[in-house]
């Protein structure tokens, strides 16, 4: 029997939220996709070229390349940079990893390219079987979407679950409002019945302060939208259930008895506070398309960094006060807010990372030579993520250093065999490890001085809290490197001996801390608080 084959009358890109008009991707045009007023992105850590599509309405494919700095995604994996991917009718595109989803729609679909020229008695037969493929891949793209809504129980009418369950939301589609009033939930709205430090379970509640409802509800008619960001890590632990923290939530909306909007972290992730994920999802995804006055709104929360005053504890972290830093808004603690006290005493993390000065010389002495020697040894001295990995590839290896890391042979023994082999055959060495103490230094230095060769040593000028930022900072840009728990930061510190020239070092130098972003969205990301205490 004879059959037609129609081709593609065109491919459109669609935005899973319908934020914007859906965008026509021509047949064999190279299409630039980012941050822009087309795709109503606005989230900075998404380049305005960020993604590279070539559709090709025979084939009915697309072909994807990421050109942006941070993780795109292909129907929920990751699409690392620079490589690319191809894409069907109904495959899910995230701009970026578990964000900003768009669906690739051809038309007419390809179940529609081979017609038969004229009816057919298996014609009923084949729709059905059509209309089975099209639920098929409906349900496929949901959970692609990584967006699951909850069956519809007491406790879980009005919620959603996003990115896996990392996200949890209530009443997403609420109106939008301008100004926003934000809440940390725990002993910022409520404290516990029993007057534990931790609930003892989901009823052990009650409200902070009589004054909140009507608080609350003032605001609300004042034209602010009410919203509870809070951190709750104990699900992703175990230590509590989705339906039982929606449960609490939804009991302690209705007995403040004004309109609430609520998101819930449930990990470790961009969506734990300090950082900015909960609030982003809000502007992007769940504000009716309303633009947030950041100049208007505010945050109030209890962890805010206050020193123990009397009877009174300190405060366990300072994440809401970082994450109103972060986002630019004002902050208040609930004592300050819905009790009317003064501005309350509080202590800055140690590191802050808006202080990174980008001019200062690399190396204190600023006169120091690389290399200084015919042939020489360098040891590295620094805490994880200081940045000597970094500082080893692009400054040292670049001028003929032979690099050798014990997390990439697996033992020191053999860098003490890469350092002896390579100034045999007159190289430079580098030994890029944390080197805490004068055993783990002798090891190198004895090697190299019954060689005759010069060793010096080179401490990275990062501290702890400093370290631990440039290592969250990995981990939530997406790059290629393990994480480091605060137990090996810990344990570092205890081992830790200052360098001298009495260990057999020609000279000590220390290295400044001088960052280089890939683009300026990295360094905006960078310079925000992302450790909670």
Known sequence: MRMVVVMARKCLLK??????????????RNHIIGRSKETKIRDKRCSKTQVELLANYSSYTVTVRQLGAN???????????GNTSVLKHNDILEILLGEHLHRIEFDPPPDSTAQKDQASDDMPRKAAAANKRRA????ENSTMLKRTKLNKSEESEGWEEYFNGDLLVYKKDMEGREKIAGYDMDSTLITTKSGRVFAQNYDDWMI?????????KQLYKDGYKIVIFTNQAGISRGKQTVSGIQKKICNIIEK??????AFVSTGKGKWRKPCCGMWEFLQEEANGGVAVDMSKSMYIGDAAGRPAEGKKKKDFSSNDRLFALNLGISFY????????????????PEFDPRTIDDSVKLFDPPTTKVPKFK?????????????????????????????ANRDTVGTWQKCVSILEKSVQEGKHVLIDNTNPDVESRKRYITAAKKMNIPVRCFILNVTKDHSRHNNKFREFSGADH???SDMIYHSYGSKYEEPSLAEGFEDIVRVNFVPKFRTKEDEEFYKMFLLEK
């Not at 098929?136 to 349900?139: K, T």
């Open 136 to 139: 098929s891949n409906e349900d």
């Open 15 to 28: 935005c899973s939220r319908n934020l914007h008009a859906p965008i026509l991707l021509e047949d064999g």
């Open 375 to 403: 042939t020489e040894v360098v040891i590295l001295v620094g805490f994880p993520g200081a940045g000597k990995s970094f500082l080893a590839e692009n400054h040292f290896a670049p001028l003929g250093y032979v690099v």
């Open 482 to 484: 393990s994480k480091v």
């Open 208 to 216: 902070l302060y009589s004054e909140i409802p009507g608080k609350l």
């Open 256 to 261: 403040l008895g004004v309109p609430i909007q």
């Open 333 to 348: 603690t609930p004592e300050e807010h819905f009790l009317g006290v003064k501005t309350q005493k509080f202590n800055m």
């Open 71 to 81: 993780t795109t995604g292909v129907n929920g994996k990751p699409l690392e940079f």
